[in-house]
């Protein structure tokens, strides 16, 4: 049981350059999120999705896109990177978080991005 | 909606000294609460959760926090400090939604 697996783990972009982080868990979670993290700033939601084929936006949206086309699988695609996506970013899921015993958050290890 | 506040940015500690992180929310919902722990460089670990059920909860290495619904807190203790414990935490607040909101962090140091 792998949980959540994150890959690159270090990638570095030149500005306007495109990629995709890849995130799949395998405990048959219907809940996954995109987080980034700033230094000081805690952890921000970029998009989420609630199923298979459903994902909306979090917080901070803009510059990024999802796809959910299988419950394992939720990439996240950076489109013409700016130095203000320079960041770690973190996958998530979890199999229940809004009913009476909300599950907690299962993390992948993080991917730390620089565009320069 | 909901909101967390985390009301200490860094806390420092002698080894072997209790620690106290302090968590206060906001929320429309009845709340489950989670503290994560983060070591440098590393993802996040669940150290514990409520969700409705004991107000005192008890999590890995002996981090316990209580919650308090008059005082909305969710104050994060440790009786004894050990070096390990330097590390970055985050409170975070769910439920009646699918977001989950997370406070700015607490850098936690441990003097020897």
């Known amino acids: 049981n792998a949980g959540v697996t994150q890959t690159p783990k270090f990638r570095i972009l030149k500005i306007g350059q495109s990629m995709t982080l890849q995130c799949a868990q395998d405990?048959?979670?219907?809940?996954m999120y995109w987080y980034r993290q700033d230094p000081g700033m805690g952890l921000k939601l970029i998009y989420y999705?609630?199923?298979?084929?459903?994902?909306d936006k979090g917080e901070v949206p803009n510059g990024y896109n999802v796809s959910r086309s299988t419950t394992e699988d939720f990439p996240l695609r950076l489109e013409l990177a700016a130095p203000s996506q320079t960041s770690v970013y973190f996958c998530?899921?979890?199999?229940?978080?809004?009913?009476?015993?909300?599950?907690?958050?299962?993390f992948g290890e993080g991917s730390r991005l620089t565009v320069l | 909606a909901q909101s967390v506040t985390q009301l200490d940015s860094h806390v420092s500690v002698s080894e072997g000294t209790p620690v106290l992180l302090r968590c206060n929310y906001s929320?429309?919902?009845?709340?489950?609460l989670f503290w994560y722990v983060q070591h440098p460089n590393k993802g996040l670990q669940l150290l514990l959760k409520?969700?409705?059920?004991?107000?005192l909860v008890k999590g890995i290495n002996g981090f316990e926090a209580e919650f308090k619904k008059s005082e909305t807190s969710f104050h994060l203790t440790k009786p004894s400090a050990h070096m390990s414990d330097a590390a970055e935490y985050f409170c975070v607040v769910s439920g009646g939604t699918y977001k989950y909101i997370f406070g700015t962090g607490t850098r936690l140091k441990v003097l020897a």
């Open positions: 405990m048959n979670h219907n809940y």
């Open positions: 409520y969700t409705s059920a004991a107000t």
């Open positions: 998530a899921s979890s199999y229940s978080p809004a009913s009476y015993d909300t599950g907690e958050l299962f």
């Open positions: 999705s609630v199923g298979a084929g459903i994902t």
């Open positions: 929320s429309s919902y009845s709340p489950s």
